[in-house]
């Protein structure tokens, strides 16, 4: 598969990890350069990287060469450790509560993923989100996967889990291991998962999917979605997620879709809206970014008003985001000259998006709370 064993550069730091581990240790810069130099060499693991991979994850590499054992990532001069790609819209469900609004079946040809994950790369990405729509019924699915890989990023995938357990699917990620498997959750019962996703027989798939792929091994996380729909199964979600000792977060506050539109809002359960913690700045178009299904890169997956085209213009093409990323998140529209903006709940992009689904204010802005307590 190509190596074993990545070091990379990590905005100031650098580390050493290892594909579908979560652990990782950091480097001195000097030990990083020469693992540089041996890399460029041809030499073998050094004694040092031979002990501590055996000390961290019980990998015997003492006396191997180099190469075919250890990939060094190159440093980049752009600062971007982060990135998520959505190889594209399309999915195999249908979510009332979907973000996305209109899911088509659109996405680049392999020559142009090809330029976007080589200029990921560049750009010094080290961990890389895969996410659509439902990434495994992309037709580009496993090339994309298995290139972002052999670049050398440790790779999370977002999914439904209803495709996971194909042969095929287990195969690539098992001998390609990824940092972490990001379920979604929509329901503790088949009704409710199927009336939520609109397709019969996806809470088996589901269920198939995430069980294949614990007898894999695989570092599977789990989203609980609690929507209008499934909020009754809130407690059954968290049961099940403990029956399989994973790992779990709850989300139920929804957002409008990525135009600003308000089909996805009447999933919200009223009862579920949690009042989100005071938002303090992010590294959204500075160390990290996002790409749409057209190579098409934003500041974050909310923040799409001001596009670069990074298949065009290749990764010089990505000088100017963090410009943009501080002219998204000036206080615009009915947020300027806001008395309250010190303790708001919600970044400026995202705000932007409830304020063109006219949204209740309760759904995003403290002002409601204010209002309902003078």
């Known amino acids: 598969m190509g190596y074993e064993v990545l070091a990379a550069p990590f905005l100031e ?35 040092w990287l031979a002990d ?8 015997e590499i003492a006396g191997r060469p180099i190469e075919g054992t250890v990939l060094v990532r190159e440093p980049s001069p752009y600062g971007y450790c982060r990135a998520s790609y959505e ?4 999915c195999n469900f249908d979510c009332a509560h979907c973000y996305l609004a209109q899911k088509r079946f659109e996405g680049l040809e392999w020559p142009d993923r090809e330029r976007l994950l080589t200029a990921m790369r560049d750009a010094g990405v080290v961990w890389l989100q895969l996410t659509g729509g439902e990434p495994m019924i992309d ?30 699917n287990i195969t690539l990620l098992t001998e390609r291991r990824p940092y972490r498997v990001t379920v979604s959750v929509y329901g503790a019962t088949e009704d409710s998962f199927d009336g939520l996703t609109k397709r019969r027989g996806a ?18 996380t789990l989203n609980l979605i609690i929507t209008e729909s499934c909020a009754h199964e809130e407690q059954q979600m968290i049961d099940m997620a403990k029956a399989w000792s994973l790992p779990f977060h709850v989300f139920s506050n929804m ?12 999933a919200q359960s009223k009862e579920h809206l949690r009042e989100r913690k005071p938002f303090a700045g992010c ?12 190579g098409r890169v934003s500041i974050c997956k909310v923040g799409r008003d001001e596009q670069i085209n990074l298949v065009a213009e290749g990764v010089e093409g990505l000088a100017r985001l963090s410009q943009i990323a501080d002219r998204l998140m000036l206080r615009t529209g009915g947020c300027s000259g806001c008395a309250l903006s010190g303790t708001c709940r919600v970044c400026r992009p995202l705000a932007k998006l409830y304020q063109e689904a006219k949204a209740p204010l309760g759904m995003y802005c403290q002002h409601a709370t204010k209002e309902a307590t003078a």
């Open 87 to 90: 190889l594209n819209l399309g």
């Open 13 to 47: 730091k650098h580390l050493l990890l290892r594909p579908g581990r979560q652990s990782g240790a950091t480097l001195p810069a000097s030990l990083y350069e020469e693992l540089r130099v041996t890399a460029r060499d041809g030499g073998e693991v050094p004694v």
């Open 203 to 220: 809470f088996r798939k589901f269920r198939r999917g995430v069980e294949t792929a614990l007898d894999a091994g695989l570092p599977l």
């Open 139 to 168: 037709r580009l699915w496993a090339e994309t996967y298995r290139y972002a890989y052999d670049l050398g990023m440790m790779l999370s995938v977002s999914t439904n889990a209803s495709v996971m357990w194909k042969p095929e």
């Open 255 to 266: 957002s409008p879709t990525i135009y600003g539109g308000a089909d996805s809002l009447p």
């Open 52 to 59: 501590t991979a055996e000390e961290a994850w019980g990998l």
């Open 283 to 294: 590294h959204a178009g500075h160390t990290f970014f996002h790409s749409d299904p057209h």
